[in-house]
């Protein structure tokens, strides 16, 4: 039995449909493996959009018959567990309460949209909404005054797309953090290049698998200083060029762990930038000094961002040195006492990530103990897969796996394979229950801080880190080294017989 919240298939795709949601890595790995679901199936583009990833889904359930065992619109509130039947009882809203032995928690990175507490938002006279709750039928947005309060992937995506068209009145963004987003170099698909796509199929599904981010490219096996300025720039160029995340993890392996070396890529970035806008938004969206280090916030993906600042009927406002301070009936007030009228006002501003839609969820464990409780001092979950206390409930896609340093899909094969192997060794060997060790917890809970200690990541207030979230204990919620080394792991667990893990 599969529970989902959503009125129908794709999970993330279902709930983005905001203007311009478009996935950010390329088609040659955004699928699954199976060979088959290309037969009749063909991308569009390179960096397809919502509705072709909808109908990606639904055409994945046509091979799969999926929806025959799935409730729709019914979210889990909570799941309980029974100690002494080895079962866990799953309580989803308006169904009846259902059984299972094993619960695989596949809640996704970014289910719970997190929206600002900022003063007076219920007074605004306009309509108020976030990126990720975008009506299914849209909003007639033609003569609208909009603003867009965010400028990460979600809000860059809906500014481009309604910077594009001339059909708002106006488009006010409130930019607390400058995007350094990347070209995407997005491309039609010819017939040649749709039979191209299959037939390298084979191939992009195994690099997936040996790249540090499940992707067609990997890092470069030398660093940043390993290699003369000429060297070095003329990458930087042919990266930028090829486009997609490939500057950022296709790059010199050290542009997550040197300062100098994030700095050298930051400096081409922000020359490049700003070529592309006028002098006088230079410090607001290309800084000399960079608010970060440069690929610690994960870089979004653009088409022609930066130009729709040079246009007339757009505005940037820098909440940073001018803060919101609230919303009235007419728009929004920044603290200078300019108010900014709007009749709609887009909230781009993000995700409870990793764990919001968990703790969602009443997941009471071993004496009743909820799993909200346990994490709310930070996460511990053995390879991103299960915590002490939890038994038989197994995380896909969850906090502490590799999720956002990868991709969907990818993500959910090797994590699906993974937990698919573990029910076969219990089913194989007469067991019904497992649950982590509080020492196999904590080792690689302390890995990953391990690893973030000698990383760059620490040095911005990103969501990676829970930082977004007023109140959230900041801790990198997922493994940062790679699929081949996560790969390797899962390995070395199965052939020790699930070292780390209590099974009877
Ligand atoms: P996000 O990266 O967390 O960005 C939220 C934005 O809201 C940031 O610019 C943040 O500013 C701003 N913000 C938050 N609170 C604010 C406040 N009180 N005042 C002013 N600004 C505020 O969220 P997202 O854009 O939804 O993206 C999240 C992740 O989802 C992405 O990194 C990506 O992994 C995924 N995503 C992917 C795609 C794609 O595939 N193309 C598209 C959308 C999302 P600060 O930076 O200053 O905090």
């Keep these: 039995m599969l529970f989902e919240a959503g009125k129908d298939l794709g999970g993330t795709w279902y709930w983005n449909r905001y203007p311009g949601a ?37 055409h994945v359930d046509k091979l799969y018959g999926l929806r025959a065992d799935i409730e729709f619109e019914s979210p889990v509130l909570g799941a309980d567990w029974d100690e002494e039947r080895r079962m866990w009882t799953v309580l989803s809203k308006g169904g009846i309460p259902t059984e299972a032995r094993y619960v695989v928690f596949a809640t996704g990175s970014s289910y719970k949209p997190y929206t600002p507490a900022i003063a007076g938002l219920k007074d605004f006279a306009g309509l108020t909404l976030h990126t990720a709750e975008w009506p299914e039928e849209g909003i007639d947005l033609a003569g609208k005054r909009v603003g867009v309060i965010g400028t990460g ?23 607390r953090t400058p995007c350094l987003a990347l070209p995407m170099r997005q491309k ?9 796509l299959k037939e390298r199929l084979p191939e992009h599904m195994a690099m997936r698998y040996h790249s540090f981010g499940g992707m067609e490219f990997d890092f470069l096996d030398k660093g940043s200083f390993d290699v003369s300025d000429e060297e070095r720039l003329a990458t930087y160029e042919r990266l930028w060029q090829e486009g997609g995340l490939r500057f950022w993890i296709a790059t010199y392996n050290d542009i997550l762990f040197d300062s100098r070396a994030s700095l050298r890529a930051y400096e081409f970035w922000r020359e490049k930038t700003r070529k592309r806008i006028k002098p006088e938004l230079w410090e607001l969206l290309a ?8 690929g610690v916030k994960r870089p979004s993906l653009e088409q022609n961002y930066f130009e729709v600042f040079n246009k007339g009927f757009v505005r940037l406002i820098d909440v940073k040195a001018t803060p919101i301070d609230r919303v009235v009936p007419e728009g929004l007030r920044t603290a200078d006492g300019v108010v900014h009228e709007l009749d709609v006002l887009v909230m781009a501003t993000g995700f409870d990530a990793n764990t919001g839609a968990l703790n969602e969820i009443d997941i009471r464990g071993v004496d009743s103990t909820a799993l909200g409780d346990k994490w709310a001092s930070g996460v511990d979950a053995y390879l991103g897969i299960a915590s002490a206390g939890f038994p038989n409930a197994l995380f896909s896609y969850g906090p502490q796996s590799p999720a956002a340093f990868c991709n969907g899909p990818t993500s959910a094969e090797l994590q699906g394979d993974a937990i698919a192997d573990l029910l076969d060794y219990l089913r194989a060997n007469g067991k019904s229950r497992i649950e982590s060790t509080t020492p196999a917890d904590n080792a690689w809970t302390d890995e990953i801080a391990q690893m973030l200690s000698v990383s760059l990541f620490d040095q911005a207030d990103s969501w990676y880190l829970g930082a977004n979230i007023p109140g959230k204990k900041r801790q990198l919620l997922n493994f940062p080294g790679g699929v081949p080394a996560y790969l390797e792991r899962l390995k070395t667990l199965k052939d020790k017989g699930y070292e780390g893990f209590e099974i009877s």
């Design 153 to 175: 992937a979600s809000g860059l995506q809906v500014i481009q797309e309604l910077g594009n068209e001339a059909t708002v009145a106006s488009l006010t963004v409130f930019q």
């Design 22 to 58: 478009r996935v950010d890595s390329s088609a040659a790995v955004y699928q699954f493996s199976d060979d088959r679901l290309l037969d009749d199936f063909d991308f569009d583009e390179l960096f397809p959009d919502d509705n072709q990833m909808r109908a990606y889904f639904d």
């Design 188 to 196: 039609k698909f010819t017939d040649d290049d749709k039979a191209a």
């Design 287 to 294: 800084p000399t000094i960079p608010p970060h280090p440069f």
